[in-house]
Antibody, heavy 120, light 105 residues
Framework: EVQLLESGGGLVQPGGSLRLSCAAS????????MSWVRQAPGKGLEWVSD????????NYADSVKGRFTISRDNSKSTVYLQMNSLRAEDTAVYYC?????????????WGQGTQVTVSS | DIQMTQSPSSVSASVGDRVTITCRAS??????LAWYQQKPGKAPKLLIY???NLQSGVPSRFSGSGSGTDFTLTISSLQPEDFATYYC???????FGGGTKVEIK
């Protein structure tokens, strides 16, 4: 059974940093791209970042480029999101999501989400 | 960047109704489109990928169509468990539509 378990969320002051983790199990982690998607309170879904399974290529939304860094440790089946220079508008539930097996960036499994609140 | 626009933003419907949701891409995206269902407090669930392929385990009352810039998600006979918010997503780079809330009439 595929499971994705996010952790690391919490309350942080503007300008601060957080590191989110997503521990995966139930599939061959290293062969799948992984993504982070967020949802601000009462708002829609926003793709944040993704990282390929094989060569580690990364992509970022313009809203987080230069502030967030996605990485993965295939030996631990874990993907990370390092978030620096946090702003109030980064407040959201952050989900990690696994790529579908078919070509394309479709998310067939999601974690339960971790809340990030940026506030003084 | 590709923008995804959904309509309507909300729809009121009754059990048994046929519901159609539209998603428009700002440029040609071929069939690189997915549809998700999200219920309050829960993670999204993949329904359709590649514009028209039903994800394993998803009831056949859900169907997707379209290519290029215009896409639709159809629920042929709305069931009580289908009241939720639906999102379209362009595959790569990922971009979500604004969502369509399906409410009880």
């Amino acid at each position: 059974e595929v499971q994705l378990l996010e952790s690391g969320g919490g309350l942080v002051q503007p300008g601060g940093s957080l590191r989110l983790s997503c521990a995966a199990s139930g599939f061959t982690f290293s062969t799948y791209a992984m993504s982070w998607v967020r949802q601000a309170p009462g708002k829609g879904l926003e793709w944040v970042s993704d990282i390929s399974g094989t060569n580690g290529n990364t992509n970022y939304a313009d809203s987080v480029k230069g502030r967030f860094t996605i990485s993965r440790d295939n030996s631990k089946s874990t993907v990370y999101l390092q978030m620096n220079s946090l702003r109030a508008e980064d407040t959201a539930v952050y989900y990690c999501a696994k790529d579908h097996r078919v070509p394309g960036r479709y998310f067939d499994y999601w974690g339960q989400g971790t809340q990030v609140t940026v506030s003084s | 960047d590709i923008q995804m626009t959904q309509s309507p933003s909300s729809v009121s419907a009754s059990v048994g109704d046929r519901v159609t949701i539209t998603c428009r891409a700002s440029q040609d995206i071929s069939s690189w489109l997915a549809w998700y269902q999200q219920k309050p407090g829960k993670a999204p669930k993949l329904l359709i990928y590649g514009a028209s392929n039903l994800q394993s385990g998803v009831p056949s009352r859900f169907s997707g169509s379209g290519s290029g810039t215009d896409f639709t998600l159809t629920i042929s006979s709305l069931q009580p468990e289908d009241f939720a918010t639906y999102y379209c997503q362009h595959s790569f780079p990922s971009a979500f539509g604004g969502g369509t809330k399906v409410e009880i009439k």
